[in-house]
């Protein structure tokens, strides 16, 4: 139980192309999903979380305009990044927490999105 | 200071021994702490949560907790190859979100 997707699983764009990334919890309902990036040998850092049915909240000095994450169902949370740039390179993960399941705070990540922009 | 600390590594262990990751975290009200492991180039896979004071075993792996000394450890036991990955410590922080340690790097060679 517990399986969360993301898809693509990589990417390769443009400059200046926007990119959608689409997290799927397929077993359970996730009422918030989290977005993180991780830039090679660091560690996880959260961009901000999503809340199905309202606005995401997203961390400081993560541009909102510019990472849209839309949480329309239970099961699915997408993030865009618009008019991405070579430093929006990176690795992409979400995760999901299933509330139903025995720890409610556990969070279950999807396998990521490589986002390189030439 | 940084919320959750781990030491970088790499800690490297022969196979077959046991294997220790250390963790200290410095929101004294965290009540939730996972151990994460995490391949090259692949997401965090959730290996153990441990919510009270003590140890907490499945299969060959061990988390221990100590709130009053904010320190978490995993120990695994009978290192195998496989096991070679980058262990994560994580924290619910005081605002429900999931704070990461940078990581050890853990190395079992043959």
């Known amino acids: 139980g517990a399986v969360v997707s993301q898809h693509p699983s990589r990417v390769i764009c443009k400059s200046g192309t926007s990119v959608k990334i689409e997290c799927r919890s397929l077993d359970f309902q996730a009422t918030t999903m989290f977005w993180y990036r991780q830039f090679p040998k660091k560690s996880l850092m959260l961009m901000a979380t999503?809340?199905?049915?309202?606005?995401?909240?997203?961390e400081q000095g993560v541009e909102k305009d510019k990472f849209l994450i839309n949480h329309a169902s239970l099961t699915l949370s997408t993030l865009t990044v618009t008019s991405a740039h070579p430093e929006d390179s990176s690795f992409y993960i979400c995760s999901a927490r299933d509330i139903t399941s025995g720890s409610a705070d556990t969070q279950y990540f999807g396998p990521g999105t490589r986002l390189t922009v030439l | 200071q940084k919320e959750v600390e781990q030491n970088s590594g790499p800690l490297s262990v022969p196979e077959g021994a046991i294997a220790s990751l250390n963790c200290t975290y410095s929101?004294?009200?965290?009540?939730?702490f996972f151990w994460y492991r995490q391949y090259s180039g692949k997401s965090p896979e959730l290996i153990m949560s441990i919510y009270s004071n003590g140890d907490k075993e499945d299969g060959r792996f061990t988390a221990q907790l100590n709130k009053a000394s904010q320190y978490v450890s995993l120990l695994i036991r009978d290192s195998q190859p496989s096991d070679s990955a980058t262990y994560l410590c994580a924290v619910i922080s005081n605002t429900d979100k999931l704070i990461f340690g940078t990581g050890t790097r853990l190395q079992v060679f043959p």
């Open positions: 929101d004294r009200g965290s009540q939730s």
């Open positions: 999503s809340n199905e049915g309202s606005k995401a909240t997203y």
